[in-house]
């Protein structure tokens, strides 16, 4: 088929991705919004059958029945699995005619709706976290009371008795009391306000992988691709390390049995990244990875939640508590995942500029001082 000048240059600025193939699915024409969502050249792909592409049987068979019977058909959130990543998208089919009317083509557009459903998505997970935090709270507070009581009781009775057995059994009390008030003081969360300071992202990581070496057990194996050029980032320290160690622990105990766990930290700039209904011109993206037997499909909507977790021993607070300290920080964490690698990406917006830092840290320094 041919295209004039003006139908050319609409083609191409279109943002929708058009396919146009023929009767037996090969690809005829493409525009630059399909080369740009598949990550390959039109020279690559005219040409080729549209099966190569997508894999779809679903697509295949609106195909079919749109040059059978020139219908039209709409799909909705199609998802398309590409080496890497996944994409969504609507799809809508049509069949449109050669210049003689004789030969049959269909035309196919395509809208990426990764970022729609993803905002959606975090949305209502986001909702959904922030009133159970407020139920477990509201539950947690209620929970302390007694065991304040149960704490007080059992000091009385080790005093009173003088026999060792019940003296023990005292004991027992206290110490499963004071554990049961540290896990309501982690379901509750960090009260404390947040110690924000310029600090470097690479010193926060190092000093988690020093942690992870110490832990004893089998030797992990790290992979570090740093961006050096990464400007300091205004944040807690304390509860950065926090956050990050507890992803880096789960990784390490999902990989307990590997003869050699392995673990990665990237670092990179993001610029023009939507946190939390906000857009952020520039942000600091951390993407910690394993190589895990990944997580488990019915958990994924579910991970962040509190008291949530894959493993037996596990308390389901670590993700919980990260999720809340990256909020804090106006940040976001999400899971990441493909056939190699388990990966949670942490994104926090750069809210100061350079010159802003520079003076925040001069501003600490003379506090110290």
């Known amino acids: 088929m041919t295209l004039n000048l003006a139908s050319e240059t609409l083609l191409e600025n279109l943002e929708a991705s058009i396919i146009l193939i023929d009767a037996q699915s090969i690809i005829q024409r493409v525009n630059i919004s399909t080369e740009t969502l598949f990550e390959q050249s039109r020279r690559y792909l005219i ?3 549209l099966s190569g592409l997508v894999d779809s049987e679903e697509l295949q068979r609106c195909v079919q029945e749109v040059l059978d019977n020139n219908a039209q058909f709409t799909l909705r959130e199609l998802s398309i699995h590409m080496d890497d990543r996944e994409v969504l998208v609507d799809v809508t089919l049509s069949q449109v005619s050669s210049a003689g009317g004789t030969v049959p083509y269909v035309l196919i557009e395509m809208h990426s709706i990764n970022r729609i459903s993803r905002f959606m998505k975090e ?12 139920m477990m709270r509201g539950l947690a507070h209620e929970i302390k009371n007694p065991l304040g009581g149960i704490r007080g009781a059992a000091q009385l009775l ?86 990050v160690l507890n992803i880096v622990v789960n990784a390490i105990d999902v990989q307990k049995d590997a003869e050699n766990p392995v673990i990665g930290f990237t670092t990179q700039f993001e610029r023009f990244v939507t946190i939390n209904q906000k857009l952020h011109k520039r942000a600091l993206k951390i993407s910690i990875w394993d190589r895990g037997p990944g997580v488990d499909p019915q958990l994924k909507d579910l991970l962040f939640d509190p008291l949530i977790t894959g493993r037996p021993e596990g308390s389901g607070l670590g993700l919980s508590i990260t999720q809340e300290i990256i909020q804090r920080h106006n940040g976001a964490v999400q899971l990441d995942e493909n056939e190699a690698n388990t990966c949670f990406s942490i994104y926090l917006p750069y809210t100061l500029e350079a010159d802003e830092i520079v003076q925040a840290k001069n501003t600490i320094k003379h506090i110290a001082e």
């Open 47 to 49: 040409g080729s059958p």
């Open 123 to 134: 949305q209502n997970q986001f909702e959904r976290q922030q009133s159970f935090r407020l």
């Open 158 to 243: 080790h005093r009173e008795v003088v026999e060792p057995g019940q003296q023990d059994l005292a004991d027992i009390l206290i110490k499963e009391a004071d554990r049961l008030t540290r896990l309501v003081d982690r379901v509750m969360g960090s009260r404390e306000q947040l110690k924000l300071a310029p600090l470097n992202i690479h010193a926060v990581l190092e000093h988690v992988a020093g942690l992870t070496n110490a832990r004893g057990g089998a030797e992990v194996t790290l992979h570090r691709d740093y961006d050096p050029t990464l400007p300091e980032i205004l944040a807690d320290r304390e509860q950065l390390i926090q956050a």
